[in-house]
Every structure is written in C-alpha cells, then in structure tokens.
C-alpha cells in the first residue's frame, strides 16, 4: 500500500509559535500538496510542490510556507500560528498533477 | 474560477439501497477524481475518471466532460459507505479544486 504519513495526529499550540507539519511518502510521486480543511468550507489548497525544491502557492498561501528538500518528505511551515490556522491539515501525494493518496491528517488547534 | 457543485448536499439511506451522487463543473477540465472521506477523517481515492466509465465493485462512476457533470453510483449500499463523497477537478497547473461534498449516511 503507498503510504502517506503525517508527523503528528493532533497538536496543540500558542499564538505567535512557529509550526512544523511534516509529510512523508513511501512511493516515488513528483508532486506533494498540502490543504486545510475546515466545516462550511471543504478543502482548499495551501501549497504543491511539483517537483524537489519547486513549490507553488495554491488558494490560501497566506501565512504558510513549504519546504521540499528530498522528494519524499514536504513540510508545511506555519511561521507565526494564529488562531485562525486552528483546522485539519491534510498532505497528498500525486503524480502529473493527478492526486494519489491522502495522511491521515494533523488536527491543529492554536491557542 | 472554476466552480464545483455536488448533489445533494446530504443523504440517508437504509441498507441495501442503491444511489446516486453528481458533480457539475463550470468549465472543461484535465482530469477528474472522486474521494470517500470516512468517519474517522480519512481521504480514499475512488476513481480517476476525466471521462468514461469505471467500475470497481458495488461503486461506478461516469463523466460526460461534454456536458461537465461526472455521477458517482453506489449500489447495494453497506453502512460502511457512510462518510462524504468529495469529486475533484483538476483545470491544469496541478491545482486540484474540490467541491462541497455529499454527506452519507448508512441506516442498519
């Protein structure tokens, strides 16, 4: 089975920390994407990165960041986290900008 | 951009029962998918369907990409079918848009 793993099920943190959300996939897939997604809303796309070190901002970029150093790890960097970043964090895997599999997701809750 | 919509919003149905879920799309896309998103939150990918028809077990699902509506089928519905039903497109750019979702319920 391919895997998408995510660093953390549930994390709790204060308003103004730096976040680290990891992801890691155990097949060989060009493209990674990270979304939120939040009631009312559904998914939205934050950031994909196509390709190692290539990122490109999705719908809702603003006060995200990513990193893509090795092909199977793609971090979602919440600089300085603010209340309304509390919502469920979902990375993806995919390939040719079709989408593969899902993490389980990080539920975050900033305080 | 482009805009997604599902119907119906929610369904409930006893056990044994067949439905179907659509998705229009407001304009022409590369590619097409449907995801199962169970109680517990996680995301399976269904198809990848961006025009035809596939089966897999009791689910199927066709796209007219002339029309811009793809349907989802699921037959001799089990309650472990409850979760939300997500169609998703994709326009080009690796952008994938989701829509609202169906909500489904499965009665014992």
């Known amino acids: 089975d391919v895997k998408v793993t995510q660093s953390s099920r549930y994390l709790v943190k204060r308003t103004g920390e730096k976040v680290f959300l990891e992801c890691v996939q155990d097949?060989?897939?060009?493209?990674m994407f990270w979304y939120r997604q939040d009631p009312g809303l559904g998914l939205r796309l934050i950031y994909f990165?196509?390709?190692?070190?290539?990122?490109e901002k999705g719908d809702i970029p603003e006060g995200y960041s990513v990193s893509r150093e090795k092909k199977e790890r793609f971090s979602l960097i919440l600089e300085s986290a603010s209340t309304n970043q509390t919502s469920m964090y979902l990375c993806?895997?995919?390939?040719?900008?079709?989408?593969?599999?899902f993490g389980p997701g990080t539920r975050l809750t900033v305080l | 951009g482009i805009q997604v919509e599902q119907s119906p919003p929610d369904l409930i149905l006893q056990e044994g029962a067949n439905s179907t879920l659509r998705c229009n799309f407001s304009?022409?896309?590369?590619?097409l998918q449907w995801f199962h998103q169970n109680p517990w939150g996680q995301l399976i990918n269904l198809f990848y369907i961006p025009s035809g028809t596939k089966q897999n077990g009791r689910l199927s699902a066709t796209t007219v990409a002339t029309e811009r509506y793809s349907l989802l089928y699921i037959s001799s519905s089990q309650t472990t079918d409850s979760g939300v039903y997500f169609c998703?497109?994709?326009?080009?750019?690796?952008?994938?848009?989701f829509g609202a979702g169906t909500r489904l319920f499965v009665k014992a």
């Open positions: 304009d022409s896309v590369n590619n």
């Open positions: 993806a895997n995919g390939q040719s900008g079709i989408l593969g599999s």
């Open positions: 998703a497109v994709e326009q080009g750019g690796f952008k994938t848009i």
């Open positions: 097949m060989d897939h060009e493209n």
């Open positions: 990165s196509y390709d190692v070190k290539m990122k």
